[in-house]
């Protein structure tokens, strides 16, 4: 997945806005929280990040081309990165973005939620 796809698909997620922060990353929210990050990796390879159930974090952060993502997971936080990506892997990259974008909408309040035609 390019960046430019990352972009398209995240923007295609409900609710969502695009900023570019942290040292030129594209940051995706949906409503005021992060839910995808692009880029955000030293290498020149393209790197995404997420938010994930511990289930999956716990599955993913062995995984090769995956790691607990730098600044989030060390704090705590279920996220990770994936910085080696092989073509194939695109639909399962669009699952684990779309999951994250769901599990960081449920903790909007509900009256944005609401608003936002989330969750409902």
């Not at 995404?48 to 993502?69: C, H, I, M």
């Not at 695109?90 to 944005?112: A, C, F, M, N, P």
């Amino acid at each position: 997945m390019t960046y430019d796809e990352f972009n398209a698909f995240c923007g295609s997620l409900p609710a969502t806005s695009h900023v570019v922060q942290w040292g030129g990353a594209d940051v995706w929210k949906v409503g005021v929280k992060v839910f995808a990050i692009g880029g955000w990796d030293k290498s020149k390879q393209p790197a995404f990040t997420f938010k994930t159930s511990e289930l999956n974090y716990d599955v993913l952060k062995d995984q090769p081309g995956f790691r607990p993502a730098p600044y989030l997971a060390s704090r705590g936080m279920k996220w990770i990165q994936q910085y080696e990506i092989d073509a194939g892997e695109d639909e399962q990259l669009r699952y684990y973005i779309e999951e994250s974008h769901r599990i960081v909408s449920l903790g909007l309040t509900k009256k944005l939620q609401k608003e936002l035609g989330l969750n409902q």
